[in-house]
């Protein structure tokens, strides 16, 4: 095996991190990037339910006055196209925070007990939910693929004027995983592409 291939584990776990309605209302958010995330998204659920593997979806309940995620707002149901493939996940988390390691039910205890070293993590937002959850992942010491096409994220405002737009906060988390060790940034068709060449390994 070369330094660079990518073994995609039989029992490998796809997290689907806050795909939901509320990241579609522009005006509340401001501009995104990556308008492919969704369909690689979907992309990487029909694969991992046409191999077996397992889904965890992970929703986000805001407690925040007004959040468009608050479970009483319209946004906080799944995006349709994750709704149409509702049925198919192993396990559904619920969350009010950043990590999906602090949730209900406990993801870190349903992982272990199911034997699964491996998480492939998807979705929303890619410098929020999704790195913050693989930096944890990292931490607890299982083996993190994050293909960052499968994620998407919005312009953002820092301190003193600084702001960061959608791209240049998906490039820092890329950074930060995997030069930090946290995690292996891929693509989308490179997780595809093993994930089928090891279904179809005797």
Known sequence: MTENAIEIAADSALLVIDVQKGFDD???????????????????????????????????????PGSVLAPDHSGHA????????????ALL????????FYGTPDLDGWLRASGIGQLVVTGIQTNMCVETTARMAGNLGYEVLVPLDATHTFDL??????????????????????????????????????????????
């Open 93 to 100: 988390v619920t969350k009010t925070v950043n990590s999906s």
């Open 157 to 202: 405002a820092g301190p003193d004027g600084l702001s960061l737009t959608a791209a240049e906060l998906a490039a820092a988390t890329a950074v930060n995983l995997q030069g930090g060790g946290f995690a292996r940034v891929l693509t989308t068709a490179a997780v595809l592409d093993a994930a089928a060449a090891a279904a179809h390994t005797p």
């Open 78 to 89: 799944f995006k349709d196209f994750v709704g149409d493939r509702l049925g198919q996940e």
């Open 26 to 64: 522009a005006p509340f958010w401001g501009n995104r990037d990556n308008p492919d995330a969704e369909e690689n998204i979907a992309a990487l659920m029909d694969a991992w339910r046409e191999t077996g593997r397992p889904v965890v979806l992970v929703r986000h309940a805001s407690l925040r």
